[in-house]
């Protein structure tokens, strides 16, 4: 990769820059040290930071070193939120979280080699620093008329819920940050979406006001919107998480496979790793051959793979297989199997009652008689066997792993009981 920067725009990874030019310059010139910072709000990272993640990736991937902070000390404020104010999580809580966050980034990043990843937590340099230092060596800095007109500040101050100073400094801490990678690790650039711009540049103001001769840079990603309006990165069920215990693989893998045809070209561009031809090939198919779905299917392996692995990849792909009767549902273990019916309708029942009822309750079909007509007409299907009597009723041996039944209706219709009683 000879210029870093066209590729970042070719993907559509460039909303702000504070100088592009000088930044092509600096990549020309590298190799350049960079960061992004990831807060521990939460316990685990969701599809937002991985956008940033991968950003990160490409960037060392072109013969740059990346910093990956996880903000021990950020996290116990939170940056602001539009309308209202963030609940303080417990330091030993942050503390935790801080972990669990490192060890999502590190498998994405490379740990060798002349540009090897470093991974940085920002309380190191704050947990000793008095108040009176805090605000006399950094403060000083900051006017205050800015401060208001940083978007995030500005949207809450017009709001009912109004700021505290707690979130108003936010901005002051991650200038910090910066000035601190800067001196540690001769940091001169920091990424992140394009939300943060002012939580970016606060950086790089605070750098030009303390050490005048240097240069560095910010550089903003797109916020990823959906052509159907809804908001990226969530579902009917919530947040995709990266934790495979808050967002299951199977969850994950589905996500990328239902992603609209209006924004899988986008995707592709932005989280895979595959050439531009390879991405141009697969949008020319999506857009000749809509229903094969072949970019969601490469978009969903791949990512899947990279987040989870290729074994996850490979049982999600062959349980998501056998729901549809392409492979045999006993050849899924437990844990797979309940991950992928959790995507689909399902009940609960204490007992097993006729299929044609179960249909109904379920609601794959309007009524009895409309489960009895799918029935007759051959297109009712329980563990993927056809139903043959409008009275079937299933016998307990049929529950796979003792407790599900997958129901069926046509090739596309799923749905799930899970048998609680004994």
Not at 266 to 274: A, G, N, T
Not at 298 to 311: I, K, S
Request: hydrophobic share 40%.
């Amino acid at each position: 990769m000879t210029d870093i920067v066209d590729e970042l725009k070719w993907r559509g990874l460039i909303a702000l820059s504070t100088d592009e030019d000088a930044l092509r310059k600096a990549f020309a010139d590298g190799p350049v040290t960079f960061y992004c910072g990831f807060d521990p709000t939460a316990p685990s990272l969701h599809l937002g930071n991985l956008v940033q993640i991968l950003t990160m990736r490409r960037i060392q991937q072109a013969g740059n070193r990346p910093l990956g902070l996880v903000g021990g000390a950020t996290g116990l404020i939170g940056d602001p939120k539009p309308n209202a104010e963030r609940t303080l999580n417990a330091p030993e809580t942050v503390a935790q979280w801080v972990e669990r966050l490192r060890g999502q980034i590190q498998p994405l990043l490379d740990f060798e080699g002349p540009n090897a990843a470093v991974m940085v937590n920002n309380l190191d340099w704050t947990q000793g620093l008095s108040a009176i230092e805090f605000l006399r060596d950094v403060g000083k800095h900051f006017r205050v008329n800015k401060m208001i007109a940083k978007e995030a500040v500005a949207r809450r101050l017009n709001s009912d819920a109004g700021i505290s100073y707690t979130e108003f400094s936010y901005q002051i801490l991650q200038g910090m940050d910066f000035l601190e990678l800067y001196r540690r690790y001769g940091c001169t650039l920091q990424t992140g979406g394009s939300d943060q711009w002012g939580n970016l540049t606060s950086g790089t103001d605070l750098i030009h006001r303390v050490e005048p001769d240097a240069v560095v840079h910010a550089l903003g990603t797109p916020l990823i919107t959906k052509a159907d309006g809804t908001k990226f990165g969530k579902t009917e069920s919530g947040t995709i998480w990266l934790d495979p215990e808050m967002t299951t693989p199977y969850a994950f893998y589905q996500f990328w496979l239902n992603a609209d045809d209006r924004d899988v070209s986008k995707f592709l561009r932005i989280f895979s790793f595959r050439s531009h031809e390879e991405i141009e090939e697969l949008e020319r198919q999506t857009e000749e051959r809509p229903q094969a779905r072949a970019a969601q299917r490469a978009l969903a392996e791949e990512l899947t793979t990279l987040v989870h692995g290729a074994d996850q990849t490979a049982a999600v792909i062959t349980a998501s297989k056998a729901l549809f009767g392409q492979g045999e549902l006993t050849d899924l273990d437990e844990k797979t199997l309940a991950a992928a019916l959790s995507e689909v309708p399902h009940i609960q029942v204490a007992e097993l009652g006729q299929v044609v009822d179960l249909f109904a309750e379920v609601g794959l079909v309007a009524s009895k008689s409309a489960a009895r007509r799918t029935v007759k007409e051959g297109g009712a299907y329980v563990n993927n066997a056809k139903v043959a009597a409008e009275d079937a009723v299933p016998a307990k041996e049929d529950l796979l792993h003792g407790r599900w039944l997958v129901l069926r209706r046509g090739k596309k219709n799923l749905a799930a009981v899970e048998v609680t009683g004994s």
